[in-house]
């Protein structure tokens, strides 16, 4: 029988050792695709978020008169009056045109708008400030 030649340890860790260094050089290039691809989706989520939400920070502004009718506004109990109506017939007034889709303008309307408080702070302030000067 022939006798194998006895290999050293350093020779044994050479041999696997080529093949140990491509492992580590693929396992750095998937943690570092996997870095990049989560940048990658985590841009394109912001730019998402963005690209929706930017509109949020536009304001349009629309000049109304507003008739203050004695039969819509209740002077005993303003808090509960109809700021709606009065904000509606202003901007009917405004575009007279749309008349025809009155129904449509209606149903658009989901609930008090911005322009409702304000319409009722304004009437409350006012209040206040007459009844200062009148007392």
Known sequence: MSEQPKI??????????AARYRKEKRFRL?????IVASLLFLVLLLGSIVSK???????TQIL?????DPAVLDVNNLATANYGALV???????YPGYEKNRDHMLAMQRGPHASYY???IWVLVELELW???NT
Do not use: E
């Open 88 to 94: 509606r017939d202003a901007v009917l007034a405004l």
């Open 118 to 120: 304000g319409v009722m």
């Open 53 to 59: 939400g930017y509109t949020a920070f536009r304001q």
């Open 8 to 17: 050293s340890t350093i020779d044994r860790v050479n041999v696997g050792l």
């Open 64 to 68: 109304l008169d507003i008739h203050f």
């Open 30 to 34: 998937f943690g570092l695709s996997a």
């Open 131 to 133: 009844l200062r000067a």
